[in-house]
């Protein structure tokens, strides 16, 4: 921690103003408890003790240094034109990664659609009503249905059977 954070967190009274801070706290939570109930009463209870908490385990001292430093480190980053060529170098990094992302996937589509052309001399087949595109197979004939039905109480178990069956488990 640098030398002047710890003299201004020790200028701070911080044991009034946390204890302060928990008294406001505490007699909001009566008059939530009153107004809406134990549970609304006990949520702020808990949200009033935690200043004094901070301060009697020495969590304060240590939230205060992570704050002066975030706000020394964004104080350095807005006022310092260095860091701004870095974030403009970063975006330019950024920009240059997605355009060569587009010219890839265009070289691979194009290198995808001279793979699937027909060899020099030869006209490819264009598919029309005298010649489809995939040869027709012949329709299979119906199945003739099976004499015995199954009763309607076995029905909704005879898709499962049927899963099964297929599956080679019976």
Known sequence: ????????FNAIAWLPLCAGASIAGLVLAFLAFR?????????VTAWALLPLAAYLTGALQALWTIGSTVVGFVTSLVLNPTVWIGVAVAGLSAVLFVVSGFMRGRKLSLGRKKKVQAPAGQEPVQPSAEKPAVASRPQPAAKPQKAAQKPKADDDFSDIEDLLKRRGIS
């Open 1 to 8: 921690m640098r030398g002047g954070d710890m003299d201004t």
């Open 35 to 43: 107004r809406r109930g134990a549970a609304s009463g006990l949520r």
